[in-house]
């Protein structure tokens, strides 16, 4: 609602301003800029009914009757009936001229009271001279005077059974206010006189209640709306006064506006406020009998006004402020110096400082000003309840707002474990807060505080390190940019705008290197429950460009310190800033050119790796470009203990599971999946098993996590990207022929390919796995790239590959797609495989790992589906 109600009733009669609640003095000099931003409450006085508090009440299904009783505790049900109020219309008092004529042309009831005379139509002009009242006709506006009529005292209009007149202020008016009962002439002195109109009580509110409460409002707010003026109106008649037409009583606009001819223009009466006059017919609120005095204002800004009457009290009201549309409740406004500089004594007055010396107490803002004290040039003056034209008195000056100024950076760029500073200079005293954040995660790196006096310049310090942090984690951030934000707050608890900057970490130097280390062959897999061995967000050790990152695996979650010849890890790229790569190999020998997954800005990537352990049970990581953070998660190990391992087993790819046939799997949902009967293998002969996990059509960003059974693990297998189909190898434990599949974060399909799987510990059937250093066996953006169904035969078997393998076991990539596509792998002289081992899309490299049966030629084949690709394919390994 957009409607803004009248202030009304800012005084009545003799009636006096509670006392003021004892208050601390508040100081305001006067500002330099020469207004203040105050923040008000209410609007009006706040005694009786609330406006928009009754339409708020209304909202939440009080009655009027509830209204009521809460605003005017104490008070009674009464009626009255049959009875006239005289209204003083200011527009017309006191008026040297008036034009009146009837509405609908109908014939004219004119002459003093009770000496009134039936009279033919026409536009009767008025002028008074001391008690004589002139009355001149013309039949048209702007006509010859036809006929002058001259009356003493009090001369009455009206058109018969109260059914009003039309007045305007001149003669050569077309438009005029047609008032329902009559109109006076009133002489006053001179040549002035007043007009007023008499008629019945429950006509008179078909103009006030919609002035006073829009029409729109609900039936029982305008229902206590028609009680309260009812009453209003009948308390000033009882008590012999005059009702006037303006806020300073109840706003009363007459029926409506008129034309010449006396037809209706514009009506000011509503059939939705006369329905609530209906309801409410004669009724008023009385208290020891006597009609009550029911005051009433737009809004008490969520507290009562206490008055001199036992029915007017201070007290909270819930209702007001919760209305839709209401603007008055709680406000701030501009007050210039020079407007209360008009309150000073004498003329000529210049403010110096305005001191509010009492306050009710009541409600936010220490409540309404029940007294200022006004130092001016000319002396000092004391006001009580001021408004100042502000909508209430109930408002308090804000304070100087507190600033850090004149913001100074010692540096953009620092070395690792390097610091920086933000200089500034608060206005006022201040505590402050220094706030860092990694911006690629959003996460917090550290917050530091402090406190600053008024106009002290300080240096809040940020010296590269993080918390919290466990006493083995690095001292310092790792590379990237990072966001620095300061903000002060002051004694009230207001704060200042933000100082924020960038700082760039560099990197550090790469660790030593690890002593080389012999790879160790025929090794037999035992899988364990997923572990995160790094997460680099939670440490904020992202890795930078060109940089190595040696991580130990041996002897860390369920993996043994020796006997280990290679591990199974899932390794994730997050928060990257720039489109790269990720290396993975055996820490103390060379970096390999070979990548496991491709990084892009925006995307979290993830790769199934299987690694040799290099020196000092470590293997190292490399990122290419940008910089970016890594999760790294341990799925399991070769060991050289064969009883205690298994061997692997390569299948034809078979599909175990598509929830394109049931439904996608909700965020935070489990599926079981038989890995075994799809294999036609007995669920007990499978210890473990390699499957593709596609997720596709996914709602938003999330993850799947593949494990055997029990809790879920705190790790991931394949990120969600929306729009994208997205797929990763895993190696995950079977529990009695299953897998578990865990959705979070969105909903999604997912598709499950087993493509091998493991037997029992201590099986003699199977083969058996050998790191080797990662090679590059094929790149085509050196040879001729894949087209739509294209193909190409990669020789597998020779150098670190001998005969005799039976798969291969490394990292397939697509890059420069021009089209969404799949990549298929399988042994050569073999048909083609039906299921995918690799999806992409235009616009990012997409890696994947694969275990690829290695054909009799010693080679194996890639296809691209659509559009054209490049693809590499990379070795690390493979079974015999």
């Not at 409002?217 to 009453?231: D, E, N």
């Not at 800004?301 to 009201?317: E, H, I, L, R």
């Not at 706030?435 to 600053?452: C, F, I, K």
């Not at 010296?463 to 001292?475: N, S």
């Amino acid at each position: 609602m957009t409607v803004l109600v009248s202030l009304v009733l800012v005084g009545a009669g003799s009636l006096v301003a509670a006392p003021s609640a004892v208050a601390v003095e508040e100081v305001y000099p006067a500002p330099a800029s020469g207004s203040w931003t105050v923040d008000g409450r209410a609007f009006g006085h706040g005694r009786g009914l609330s406006q928009w508090g009754a339409q708020g009440a209304a909202l939440q299904g009080r009655t009027a009757s509830e209204i009521l009783d809460f605003y005017y505790p104490g008070t009674q049900t009464g009626s009255v009936a049959g009875q006239y109020v005289k209204t003083t219309l200011a527009a017309f008092a006191p008026s040297a001229t008036v034009t009146v004529w009837s509405p609908e042309n109908r014939s004219i009831r004119m002459g003093p009271l009770n000496g009134e005379q039936v009279l033919p139509p026409g536009r009767w002009t008025i002028t008074v001279s001391g008690q004589t009242v002139v009355a001149q006709k013309r039949t048209v506006v702007n006509g010859s005077v036809v006929e002058t009529r001259t009356y003493s005292g009090v001369l009455r209009f009206e058109s018969q059974n109260e059914y009003g007149m039309v007045i305007a202020k001149n003669q050569s008016d077309t438009t005029g206010r047609w008032y329902r009962g009559d109109l006076r002439i009133e002489p006053t002195s001179g040549g002035a006189f007043n007009v007023t109109n008499s008629l019945p009580i429950e006509d008179y509110l078909r103009s006030v209640v919609p002035r006073e409460s829009p029409a729109s409002w609900q039936p029982a707010a305008l229902q206590a709306q028609a009680v309260a003026a009812r009453s209003y109106g009948w308390w000033k008649v009882a008590n012999g006064q005059t009702l006037c037409d303006t806020t300073t009583c109840q706003v009363y606009y007459g029926r409506g506006d008129a034309d010449a001819g006396g037809r209706l223009v514009t009506s000011y009466e509503d059939a939705r406020t006369d329905a609530a006059i209906a309801a409410t017919a004669g009724q008023i609120r009385t208290y020891g009998g006597r009609v009550a005095f029911t005051e009433f204002s737009s809004s008490n800004g969520g507290w009562t006004a206490a008055g001199s009457v036992p029915y007017q009290v201070a007290k909270a009201d819930p209702w007001t402020g919760t209305a839709p549309g209401d603007l008055v409740s709680s406000w701030s406004a501009s007050l210039s110096t020079a407007r209360v500089a008009q309150s000073c004594p004498g003329t000529g007055g210049v403010l110096r400082t305005m001191v509010v010396t009492g306050r009710t107490g009541d409600g936010p803002l220490g409540g309404r000003i029940t007294q200022v004290r006004l130092e001016c040039t000319t002396g000092s003056a004391t006001v009580s309840t001021p408004a100042f034209g502000l909508r209430s008195s109930w408002w308090r000056p804000r304070e100087e707002a507190p600033v850090l100024g004149s913001p100074a950076f010692s540096a953009t760029t620092i070395e690792h474990g390097a610091q920086m500073s933000i200089g500034v200079t608060p206005s006022v005293s201040m505590s402050w807060a220094l706030t860092v954040v990694d911006p690629t995660t959003g996460r917090q790196v550290l917050r530091t505080t402090g406190s600053a006096q008024a106009g002290v310049r300080f240096n809040a310090t940020w010296f590269g390190t993080y918390a919290p942090r466990a006493p083995t984690d690095p001292a310092y951030v790792g590379p990237g940019s990072y966001q620095l934000t300061l903000v002060g707050t002051d004694a009230a608890g207001r704060s200042t705008s933000p100082v924020t900057t960038t700082v760039e970490v560099r990197p550090p130097a790469d660790p030593a290197p690890a002593p080389a280390a012999a790879l160790v062959a025929n090794g037999a897999y035992v899988p364990v429950t997923p572990v995160r061995l790094v997460d680099t967000r939670t440490t904020f050790q992202a890795l930078g460009a060109a940089r190595r990152a040696d991580l130990t695996v041996l002897g860390r979650a369920s993996v043994p310190s020796t006997g280990v010849t290679a591990v199974v890890l899932n390794v994730t790229a997050v928060g990257s800033t720039g489109p790269g790569h990720l290396r993975v190999w055996p820490a103390g020998s060379a970096m390999p050119s070979t990548s496991v997954l491709n990084t892009a800005p925006g995307r979290a990537q993830a790769s199934l790796v299987t690694v040799g352990v290099g020196g000092d049970g470590k293997v190292s990581l490399y990122n290419a470009l940008g910089t970016t953070h890594y999760l790294v998660d341990v799925l399991g190990y070769y060991t050289t203990d064969l009883a205690a391992g298994s061997r692997y087993v390569a299948a034809s790819p078979v599909r175990a599971f598509d929830s394109r046939e049931s439904g996608p799997v909700g965020a935070g949902a489990t599926r079981v999946v038989d890995v075994a009967a799809p294999l036609g293998v007995a669920r007990g002969d499978v210890q473990a098993v390699t499957v593709n996990i596609t997720t596709a059509q996914a709602a938003g960003e999330g993850y799947v996590v593949a494990y055997g059974s029990g809790a879920r693990p705190a790790t991931s297998s394949v990120n969600l990207t929306p729009g994208v189909d997205v797929a990763n190898r895993a190696t995950v434990p079977v529990v009695d022929g299953r897998i578990t599949l865990a959705v979070q974060g969105s909903p999604t399909h997912v598709l499950v390919d087993v493509v091998g799987w493991y037997t029992r510990p201590g099986s003699t059937s199977g083969a058996l796995f050998t790191p080797i250093q990662p090679v590059r066996t094929v790149d085509t953006r050196t040879t001729t790239s894949l087209g739509a169904a294209g193909q190409v035969r990669v020789p597998v078997v020779g150098g670190q590959v001998p005969p005799g393998a039976t798969a291969v076991v490394g990292t397939l990539t697509a890059v420069n797609q021009t089209a969404v596509t799949h990549v298929r792998a399988w042994p050569d002289g073999a048909p083609l495989t039906p299921t995918s081992d690799l999806n992409a899309a235009p616009g990012f490299a997409q890696a994947n790992a694969v275990a690829v049966p290695v054909g009799a030629s010693g080679a194996v084949n890639l296809y691209n589906h659509q559009g054209t690709t490049d693809v590499l394919l990379d070795v690390a390994g493979y079974f015999r």
